[in-house]
Nanobody
Framework: QVQLVESGGGSVQTGGSLILSCVVT?????MGWFRQAPGKEREGIAA???????YYHDSLRGRFTISRDNAKNTLYLQMNSLKPEDTAVYYC????????????????WGQGTQVTVSS
């Protein structure tokens, strides 16, 4: 069982930036970031394979960047030009099976970190 712990969330004003980190007990083939806003379904943000291939939600491409450091067992999400609608709990997740995009089924999840963007 892979364990994941997110950090880096917080409160920021519109236009600000945040970097989320996710430390894992074992890096897997596919790692991803997701978010869930109050009253909304969970939404996929980005996924990255062990080979570095990245997949983004079309609406977030360009503002959000996913990366991974296998030596540090850490997944990152750089978020720029943040908007109030980015307010949500952000989760990282892992997947061992082949296939890596935000619509893949992920097996293990972190507990989430809150991001709040104020206007």
């Amino acid at each position: 069982q892979v364990q994941l712990v997110e950090s880096g969330g917080g409160s920021v004003q519109t236009g600000g930036s945040l970097i989320l980190s996710c430390v894992v007990t074992r890096m897997t083939y596919c790692m991803g970031w997701f978010r869930q806003a109050p009253g909304k379904e969970r939404e996929g943000i980005a996924a990255i394979s062990s080979g570095g291939s990245r997949y983004y939600h079309d609406s977030l491409r360009g503002r959000f960047t996913i990366s991974r450091d296998n030596a540090k067992n850490t997944l990152y999400l750089q978020m720029n030009s943040l908007k109030p609608e980015d307010t949500a709990v952000y989760y990282c997740a892992s997947r061992d099976a082949r296939g890596c995009n935000i619509y893949s089924q992920f097996n293990n999840w972190g507990q989430g970190t809150q991001v709040t963007v104020s206007s």
